[in-house]
């Protein structure tokens, strides 16, 4: 079992930026893709950015591309989630996933292929 909780969210104006952290304990020992998801109201949740177990492998949803970067720290069992130039489309609670079977080298971009989620943190970008 792995708990994550995720923080860094908050209120912002278009164009600043903002950090997202998501930190794992429990059963961290594991190799775990990570992936970082968000949800608006009245839509469905979708896939931001996700990192292999090794790091050496990162994706991004298009509409985010050049602008967030995820990156992850496995001695400190952390992902984090630059975000700049912040739109008001990317106004959502942003959520952390790990997902224990892709192995060292991949991750996937779907909801369903995670195990794990955090309780999400809040972005609101005004305009």
């Known amino acids: 079992q792995v708990q994550l909780v995720e923080s860094g969210g908050g209120l912002v104006q278009a164009g600043d930026s903002l950090r997202l952290s998501c930190a794992a304990s429990?059963?961290?020992?594991?190799?775990?893709?990570m992936g970082w998801f968000r949800q608006a109201p009245g839509k469905e949740r979708e896939f931001v950015a996700g990192i292999s177990w090794n790091g050496g492998n990162t994706g991004y949803a298009d509409s985010v591309k050049g602008r967030f970067t995820i990156s992850r720290d496995n001695a400190r069992n952390t992902v984090s989630l630059q975000m700049n130039s912040l739109k008001p489309e990317d106004t959502a609670v942003y959520y952390c996933?790990?997902?224990?079977?892709?192995?060292?080298?991949?991750?996937?971009?779907?909801?369903?292929?995670?195990?794990?989620w955090g309780q999400g943190t809040q972005v609101t970008v005004s305009s």
């Open positions: 996933a790990a997902d224990h079977g892709s192995g060292s080298y991949v991750y996937p971009r779907d909801v369903v292929s995670y195990d794990y």
């Open positions: 429990g059963r961290t020992s594991s190799r775990y893709a």
